[in-house]
T-cell receptor, first 112, second 113 residues
Framework: EDQVTQSPEALRLQEGESSSLNCSYTVSGLRGLFWYRQDPGKGPEFLFTLYSAGEEKEKERLKATLTKKESFLHITAPKPEDSATYLCAVYAGGTSYGKLTFGQGTILTVHP | DADVTQTPRNRITKTGKRIMLECSQTKGHDRMYWYRQDPGLGLRLIYYSFDVKDINKGEISDGYSVSRQAQAKFSLSLESAIPNQTALYFC????????????FGPGTRLTVT
């Protein structure tokens, strides 16, 4: 069974204080790992797809990296508007064909 | 205009009532999904459809049914609502060469009293 674990559950940062969120996964044959941002009461917003170990993607203050067992979402010099829940999901194909497995999310709060 | 829309955005209903949540998309995707989100439980898949004639149960389909009226429309019904179906419901779509990248609608907040 595919499993995704995100840590920490919640992270509080001061504006400008860089940090990383972790997504550990257990799947048979990773086909893709996805990061989403979700604001309270809204739908998840797609951020990145990573396909293979060593791959990196960047968008503004966010950089996502992937290894064979985990992914990191690095936040550089965060601003209060980066506050949100960040979700990680994996796609493994096979018996999970067409379906994503989501982690519980990390709630990020950035204080001014 | 949003690519994935959901109606209604908020709904309060009573136990035992039938309710339908609707989803429409203009992304041209062939795959559509219904999820519910509860605090502490994350996103859980209710039903998914890979095309108009292909509908599949997800991990928590009991108490729900769906209808794929067209490629762009996918509805979720609660035949007899119960309080533990109170949750945020999201529709998502995917398609094309990156068919596993899912794009979500804004959600429906459903309260069953």
């Amino acid at each position: 069974e595919d499993q995704v674990t995100q840590s920490p559950e919640a992270l509080r940062l001061q504006e400008g204080e860089s940090s990383s969120l972790n997504c550990s996964y257990t799947v048979s044959g990773l086909r893709g790992l996805f990061w989403y941002r979700q604001d309270p009461g809204k739908g998840p917003e797609f951020l990145f797809t990573l396909y293979s170990a060593g791959e990196e993607k960047e968008k503004e203050r966010l950089k996502a990296t992937l290894t064979k067992k985990e992914s990191f979402l690095h936040i550089t010099a965060p601003k209060p508007e980066d506050s949100a829940t960040y979700l990680c999901a994996v796609y493994a194909g096979g018996t999970s064909y067409g379906k994503l497995t989501f982690g519980q999310g990390t709630i990020l709060t950035v204080h001014p | 205009d949003a690519d994935v829309t959901q109606t209604p955005r908020n709904r309060i209903t009573k136990t035992g009532k039938r309710i339908m949540l609707e989803c429409s998309q203009t992304k041209g995707h062939d795959r559509m999904y219904w999820y519910r989100q509860d605090p502490g439980l994350g996103l859980r898949l209710i039903y998914y459809s890979f095309d108009v004639k292909d509908i599949n149960k997800g991990e928590i389909s009991d108490g729900y049914s769906v209808s794929r009226q067209a490629q762009a429309k996918f509805s979720l019904s609660l035949e007899s609502a119960i309080p533990n179906q109170t949750a945020l419901y999201f529709c998502a779509t995917s398609g094309g060469t990156s068919f596993y990248e899912q794009y979500f609608g804004p959600g429906t907040r459903l309260t069953v009293t």
